[in-house]
């Protein structure tokens, strides 16, 4: 069966720091994969997906970026924090022409 | 622009009462809908979807109707159970080139059930 996995799970960083947080996917290949990002109490917000090694999409203009170096593996990066990236960001995966994403469990990351 | 949105933030039943969560979505292309379940600190869980050639699907305690005249789609749970309490959301499919999909979700229903 496939599984994802997310981390850290809680993170707590000083404004102006840099961040890295990691996604693999396991018993499949070639996943469609997504970043989220949900504030406190709202919805989700869309990212970044990729379909592909070294393919990234972006969403929405912002502070951060995502990269695929391997087939299961996407990475959120930023290179200076601001306090507005506070949030729960999640991973998620599909297969190829899947309908259904499916999310991992979150990380939670507070700038202060 | 399009989006998908919940009619409700907020929903409180008692324990043993159906649970009827709504949402409205405003694209009329979208083909598949899913609905999703997010309890306090985790990632959203699958609970059923439907595509726009269905009106109607049920699972286990769940039911979700589309109607695609006024672009509604509600989700029923039977019997609702304290550990149903959560947030749901719905999320339409925005297909890519390649048969890739998108989900886009609305706001989220906080459903809370009293004992």
């Known amino acids: 069966s496939q599984t994802i996995h997310q981390w850290p799970a809680t993170l707590v960083q000083p404004v102006g720091s840099p961040l890295s947080l990691e996604c693999t996917v396991e018993?499949?290949?070639?996943?469609?994969l997504y970043w989220y990002r949900q504030a406190a109490g709202r919805g989700l917000q869309l990212l970044f997906y990729?379909?592909?090694?070294?393919?990234i999409s972006s969403e929405v203009p912002q502070n951060l970026s995502a990269s695929r170096p391997q087939d299961r593996q996407f990475i959120l990066s930023s290179k200076k924090l601001l306090l507005s990236d506070s949030g729960f960001y999640l991973c998620?995966?599909?297969?190829?022409?899947?309908?259904?994403?499916?999310f991992g469990e979150g990380s939670w990351l507070t700038v202060v | 622009g399009e989006s998908v949105g919940l009619h409700l933030p907020t929903l409180s039943v008692q324990e043993g009462d159906n649970s009827i969560i709504n949402c409205a979505y405003s694209?009329?292309?979208?083909?598949?809908f899913i609905w999703y379940k997010q309890e306090s600190g985790k990632g959203p869980q699958f609970i059923i979807d439907?595509?726009?050639?269905?009106d109607k699907r049920q699972g286990q305690r769940v039911t979700v109707l589309l109607n695609k005249t006024v672009k509604h789609l509600s989700l029923q749970i039977a019997a609702t159970q304290p550990g149903d309490s959560a947030v749901y959301f719905c999320?339409?499919?925005?297909?890519?080139?390649?048969?890739?999909?998108?989900?886009?979700f609305g706001r989220g229903t906080s459903l809370i059930v009293h004992p």
């Open positions: 998620a995966w599909a297969g190829v022409s899947g309908n259904t994403i499916y």
């Open positions: 018993g499949t290949s070639n996943p469609n």
């Open positions: 990729s379909v592909g090694i070294g393919q």
């Open positions: 694209n009329s292309a979208s083909d598949y």
């Open positions: 439907i595509r726009s050639n269905m």
């Open positions: 999320a339409e499919n925005r297909g890519l080139s390649g048969g890739s999909y998108i989900p886009t």
